[in-house]
T-cell receptor, first 114, second 117 residues
Framework: DAGVIQSPRHEVTEMGQEVTLRCKPI?????LFWYRQTMMRGLELLIY????????DSGMPEDRFSAKMPNASFSTLKIQPSEPRDSAVYFC????????????FGPGTRLTVT | AQTVTQSQPEMSVQEAETVTLSCTYD???????LFWYKQPPSRQMILVIR??????QNATENRFSVNFQKAAKSFSLKISDSQLGDAAMYFC??????????????FGTGTRLQVTL
C-alpha cells in the first residue's frame, strides 16, 4: 500500500496567487481530513469528508479556502488568493470506516507564500 | 468540547533510559479512543499506539506503553530503552466514538523529545 499521497511536497508562491494542494487517500478509506500545522497554532483540522461529502468545514479559516472531494480517490484544498499567513504545512489524513479509527497521515505539503 | 493537554513542551532522555510523556484530556463521553502520534524531523505523522477507552488493560507496542487512567482522564506514554530514533515531537490525540464514522481527532500541543548520548 502506497499510503496517503500528497502533492506537491513543497510549494512556494507569491501573495495573491492561487494554490492547489492534492491528496490521494489510501484505497478503501472513506474518511478524509485536511489539517494545517504551524508553530503558533499547532495542528488544526480544516475540513473533513465522509464518503466524499463534506461533514464539517468549521475549521476553514475564511472564504479564500475551499476543498473538494470529487471521488473516493482524490481531494483538493485550494487557497485563492493566497496570503503570507497561509504559510504552513498542510496534511491530508484518511481513515477507514471501521476498525480502530486511527488516521493515516500523508507526508504533508510545505507551503510558503511570499 | 473535548480538549487535550500536554503540559510538557520539551523532554530529554538519555539513550537506553526510560521516559514518560504526560497527556490529560477532558470529555463527558464514555466511549472514545486515545492515540499517540510521533512526528520526526521528516514531518511525517506516525501512529505510535492507541487505546480504547473501554479496555482496562494498558496498550503496549514493543518499547512503547501507555498508562491509561480513565477516571483521572490521563493517558501517558512510556518509552523504554530510548533510542536516538525516538527523538521527535509526540502528539496525544482523542477521538470520540459517538459522532459517526468520520469523527475528527483532537490533538494536544505536542511534547518535543530529545534523546542524548
Amino acid at each position: 500500500d502506497a499510503g496517503v499521497i500528497q502533492s506537491p511536497r513543497h510549494e512556494v508562491t507569491e501573495m495573491g496567487q492561487e494554490v492547489t494542494l492534492r491528496c490521494k487517500p489510501i484505497s478503501g478509506h472513506n474518511s478524509l481530513f485536511w489539517y494545517r500545522q504551524t508553530m503558533m497554532r499547532g495542528l488544526e483540522l480544516l475540513i473533513y469528508f465522509n464518503n466524499n461529502v463534506p461533514i464539517d468545514d468549521s475549521g476553514m479559516p475564511e472564504d479564500r479556502f475551499s476543498a473538494k472531494m470529487p471521488n473516493a480517490s482524490f481531494s483538493t484544498l485550494k487557497i485563492q488568493p493566497s496570503e503570507p499567513r497561509d504559510s504552513a504545512v498542510y496534511f491530508c489524513a484518511t481513515s477507514p470506516s471501521g476498525g480502530h479509527y486511527e488516521q493515516y497521515f500523508g507526508p504533508g505539503t510545505r507551503l510558503t507564500v511570499t | 468540547a473535548q480538549t487535550v493537554t500536554q503540559s510538557q513542551p520539551e523532554m530529554s532522555v538519555q539513550e537506553a533510559e526510560t521516559v514518560t510523556l504526560s497527556c490529560t484530556y477532558d470529555t463527558s463521553e464514555s466511549d472514545y479512543y486515545l492515540f499517540w502520534y510521533k512526528q520526526p524531523p521528516s514531518r511525517q505523522m506516525i501512529l505510535v499506539i492507541r487505546q480504547e477507552a473501554y479496555k482496562q488493560q494498558n496498550a503496549t507496542e514493543n518499547r512503547f506503553s501507555v498508562n491509561f487512567q480513565k477516571a483521572a482522564k490521563s493517558f501517558s506514554l512510556k518509552i523504554s530503552d530510548s533510542q536516538l530514533g525516538d527523538a521527535a515531537m509526540y502528539f496525544c490525540a482523542y477521538r470520540n466514538l459517538n459522532t459517526g464514522t468520520a469523527s475528527k481527532l483532537t490533538f494536544g500541543t505536542g511534547t518535543r523529545l530529545q534523546v542524548t548520548l
